[in-house]
């Protein structure tokens, strides 16, 4: 039988018996804290300088490891653990579509008397899509109703409004502000609010690079400063200034180089999926009068009711929001950021306005159900790309335990990556006695590695881990070999 989650009371009682057991949790392990084969692993000297935080336990709470287990740690992506669970825990019918609940059209009237605006409403639907490749939750579906009732618009509006303007979180990087897995955030997001770049080297050294956008993401201006030389490795560089769309293009492509491509985190997502939507009307021979813009809602609106998107005008067209759960294990599994805080954003609307804070309140307080003393963590964000997040593996392996007696706990648990098999684990562990048998997510951060989850140990009992490397020395490299090295010799031990 599994261990209740524990009282808060009850948390330095815990720890001040896994230290007399023979841990020492914030001094970096005494004797018989560590297996010899996991501490020998963890002093590995090329990873000499890292800090390192491990605490692994049995289903039923019993401490087999320890090392800085409460201190606390940037978790990375591991973040999306207490995201993906929330959901699990607060939302219903996560298997299930939601006809209420998708992306939709409206048409509202303009004091001028003209021809009606079409507003585009975004809902917050994390899988809408666009282009040839769409089979469902598509774009296209929005215009064909759209132009079956109307023939002639005049400003074509990206509405997302749902949630507050705060594209990107506090403490998120600014140069990863034009990457895919730093993307802006928006309740109206197409195509993962990325724009893709390919880019082919010149016929001859010293001309520059030959750089289209794909079919259909022409939508910014772009800047090719990035030449073609005769040899080398290939660096090309992007760079798109805060509050700006246009992206530049620099660096290097050898000669006979193959074909890149780019993918670009868009600075409006709102305004591009409007510029879409004018050329998907326009093409179904809808009259476009006026301009394309966004409609944004202010960061700083405390009010839970207004401005509600949407409520204006007569609604043309409406998808189905696709079930929640194909998102959450895409959360989970690829690390999917842009969709973490997404979910992050539902979350809030549950009982306040949409705000990250809202959906972090949410989280707190789950969190606090489980046993999980506040002071044990921060959190900024949903996705874990916050440099601001806090979290120790106590914390943390208090939590996986107390979802194991959730009646949900099964489900979510199968939307984690598996070591050797799926998403961000399917080239690790492949081959060892781990493959198939270790369930858990993955974080990566500039110096930083995470790991936090379950495994089979060689025992056939079920352990329940965290594993955070920090403040490693960029000399030293990537901590991922140690790591997996470290959970390998755990599950052996035990």
């Known amino acids: 039988m599994r261990r209740a989650a524990l009282p808060v009371a009850l948390w330095s009682l815990v720890a001040a018996l896994t230290v007399s057991a023979g841990g020492c949790a914030s001094s970096g ?31 039923e709470g019993e401490a087999v490891v320890a ?69 469902a939750d598509c774009l296209s579906e929005l215009a064909d109703a759209t132009a079956a009732r109307v023939r002639r618009v005049g400003d074509v509006i990206g509405d997302d409004r749902l949630f507050p303007d705060t594209r ?49 993401d022409d939508l910014q201006p772009l800047e ?35 074909p890149a491509r780019l993918r670009v985190g868009l600075d409006d997502p709102a305004l591009t999926a409007a510029r879409r939507f004018r050329r998907l ?3 179904r021979g809808v009259t476009v009068e006026g301009e394309v813009r966004a409609r944004h809602r202010p960061p700083t609106l405390t009010d839970a009711v ?16 696709p079930p929640l759960l194909t998102t959450l294990t895409r959360t989970a599994r690829f690390s999917q950021n842009l969709h973490a805080e997404l979910m992050l954003h539902r979350l809030g609307r549950l009982d306040g306005t949409g705000a990250r804070a809202d ?28 440099a601001y997040n806090r979290i120790s593996p106590r914390a943390v392996t208090t939590f996986l335990l107390w979802t194991m007696d959730q009646p949900w706990g099964e489900a979510w648990r199968a939307t984690l990556p598996v070591g050797g098999r799926n998403g961000t684990l399917s080239r690790r562990f492949v081959g060892t006695p781990l493959e198939g048998k270790v369930f858990a997510k993955t974080g990566t951060l500039n110096g930083v590695n995470a790991l ?7 025992s056939g009992r079920m352990l329940v881990f965290a594993i955070y490397a920090n403040d490693r020395p960029s000399s030293a490299g990537s901590a991922l070999d140690v790591m997996d090295r470290a959970v390998l010799a755990l599950a052996a031990e035990n």
């Open 29 to 59: 392990g005494l004797a018989g804290a560590e297996p010899p084969a996991v501490r020998a692993v963890l002093d590995d000297p090329g990873q000499s300088g890292t800090r390192w935080g491990l605490l692994a336990v049995t289903a």
């Open 168 to 216: 990107w979180g506090p403490g998120w990087s600014w140069e990863d502000m034009q990457e895919s897995f730093g993307a802006a955030v928006s309740a109206l997001t197409v195509n993962d609010n990325i724009v893709v770049l390919e880019v082919m080297p010149g016929a001859t050294v010293g001309v520059p690079v030959r750089a289209t956008w794909r079919d259909g």
């Open 281 to 283: 009307l326009e093409a």
């Open 359 to 386: 959906g972090l309140a949410r989280i707190e307080a789950m969190m606090a159900t489980a046993g999980v003393p506040r002071e044990a963590f921060d959190l900024y964000d949903g996705s874990g790309l916050s």
């Open 224 to 258: 090719t400063e990035a030449v073609t030389v005769a040899d080398g490795e290939a660096d090309l560089r992007l760079e798109r200034r805060p509050g700006q769309e246009g992206v530049r293009l620099y660096g290097r492509m050898p000669v006979g180089a193959a």
């Open 452 to 458: 936090a989850g379950f495994l089979t140990a060689a």
């Open 67 to 135: 090392r800085n287990a409460d201190q606390r740690f940037i978790p990375a992506s591991t973040t999306k653990i207490f995201t993906t669970a929330a959901a699990f825990a607060l939302l219903d019918d996560l298997d299930a579509p939601d006809p209420a609940d998708g992306t939709s059209v409206r048409l509202e009237d303009r004091p001028d008397g003209g021809a009606a605006d079409a507003v585009l409403v975004g809902a917050g639907d994390a899988q809408l899509g666009d282009g040839p490749g769409c089979v």
């Open 306 to 321: 207004a401005p509600v998107s949407g409520m204006d005008g007569v609604e043309v067209a409406r998808l189905a929001r």
